[in-house]
Nanobody, 123 residues
Framework: QVQLVESGGGLVQPGGSLRLSCAAS????????MGWYRQAPGKQRELVAA???????NYADSVKGRFTISRDNAKNTVYLQMNSLKPEDTAVYYC?????????????????WGQGTQVTVSS
């Protein structure tokens, strides 16, 4: 069974920084993509930043230059460093991973979500 465990959310003042972490565990054969989405109240979930195997990294225009996604392949972990935070960054941030997992039936592809972590930017 695959789990994505997120950490690092919280309350921060405008202009501040936070670092989110997401660790994937389970019978992971390969990571095809891994990244962060967010959902603000009353809005649709949107991509923030993600790695895609063979493609590279992409960011939402609204976070370019402020957020940086990084990863530790040995730990199956992805990080999101968020700087110069704005009130409009307030949302629940979700980790997402497209994985190839090893099962008794062989390799299978699946899309997985973390439980979400709240980020609130407010003075």
């Amino acid at each position: 069974q695959v789990q994505l465990v997120e950490s690092g959310g919280g309350l921060v003042q405008p202009g501040g920084s936070l670092r989110l972490s997401c660790a994937a565990s389970g019978s992971i054969f390969g990571i095809n993509a891994m990244g962060w989405y967010r959902q603000a109240p009353g809005k649709q979930r949107e991509l923030v930043a993600a790695f895609r195997s063979g493609v590279g990294t992409n960011y939402a225009d609204s976070v370019k230059g402020r957020f940086t996604i990084s990863r530790d392949n040995a730990k199956n972990t992805v990080y999101l460093q968020m700087n110069s935070l704005k009130p409009e960054d307030t949302a629940v941030y979700y980790c997402n991973a497209a994985l190839t997992i090893s099962t008794m039936k062989g390799l299978q592809h699946g899309d997985y979500w973390g439980q979400g972590t709240q980020v609130t930017v407010s003075s």
